[in-house]
């Protein structure tokens, strides 16, 4: 029974680790992106629908921008366009820069100003300056690449970005008018990647909301596992150990309490990730830095629970004192993270009120269980003393050698 349990909870960290790993390397695709002309770029943003990406220099002084709109999965026989609109969120007003391929098969680039629905993008100039665009079709995927020149009064401007299909040789036709065509809209900070966002509605203002919503998911899930089930789990085996009556149940229920807590937290902490992917400002770097540690510290407890000697094996001492030693530090490291944490995501400080409510049942059981653990492990010494002493004066013998031990060792 006990390795079908080890065996389970092996697998929960491997599937932990594996859907860890590849929501990283989701997470990324901009980031390590290389051009193959050599272009490079300062900073880029993963756009949420039509599998786009945007990258891009801004020189603050002149105001002047130098983009690269991505287009990967493209077919030659369709054009895409990235736009700044101006004037609002929508179609209309849109200053876009639009790719194909031309029939001889080069790319033709350029820029057009959207003022109809009905509009087939023909050319034309747009209110800012585009001194040089030009595109690439590589491995399937478009790419249009421009110096744009803004002025220094757009930093924050509102992206649209769009592929349709060709209506025959240089005329590009009308895009799809539902789904992701109708949600590739967003703001863009040219200065920062933090509240780049988008796959709102049409309003474009649902993309804020939705990182509040991934901030607030973050925090149930974080606060949940690790700032209540794991301090819980160590009540649980702390104080129930002693009872005779609940022998084999502490340990059951402390794996339990500790193993959901971390499949939880886990969780929590990769969309942790994915929000720092986005950029959270410098505050956050702390918190991110304790997640770390909170990461490897319990994924050594599972570990250690794997590890784990006979009771009476002669380095079980050592094994108590390592995994009590990780995991009173992860206690304290988890606590003082939802901390940070609720600060960062609550202004009203109501969750923080809620968690402190929580954090103070939590220490009131800890209060009372405490003397009254150490009346009954004293109380159990004296009596097998009591019970040695007559006989031959022999040390060391435990007389229910799991139960007793484990706990003197722990406390
Ligand atoms: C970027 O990194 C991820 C893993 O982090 C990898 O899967 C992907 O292939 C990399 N892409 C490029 C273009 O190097
Ligand atoms: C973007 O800026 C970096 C330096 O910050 C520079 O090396 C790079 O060439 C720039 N990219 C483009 C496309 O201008």
Redesign the pocket.
Known sequence: MQSASMRSVFFLWALMVFSLCVSRSRAQTCRNYTFTNK????LCVDLPVLSSFLHW?YTQSTGTA?VAFRHTGASTSRWISWAINPKGQRMLGCQALVAYMTTSGSMYAYTSSVDSYSTDLPEGALSFGVPSISATYENGEMTIFARLKLGTSMTSVSQVWEEGPMNGPGTPGRHSTGGANVRSTGTLNFLSTSSTSGGGSPSGSSGISSTERKKNVHGVLNAVSWGVLMPTGVLLARYLKVFKSANPAWFYLHVTCQTSAYAVGIAGWVTGLRLGDEGGGSSVGTHGNIGMALFILATLQVFALLLRPKPDHKYRLYWNIYHHSCGYTAIALSIVNVFIGLDLLDPTKVWKRTYIIILVVLGCVALIMEPVTWAIVIKKRRRERSQKHPAVGMNGAHSNGYNGRSHEDGV
Do not use: E, F, L, V
Request: net charge negative.
């Open positions: 272009n490079t770029y300062a220099n130098d």
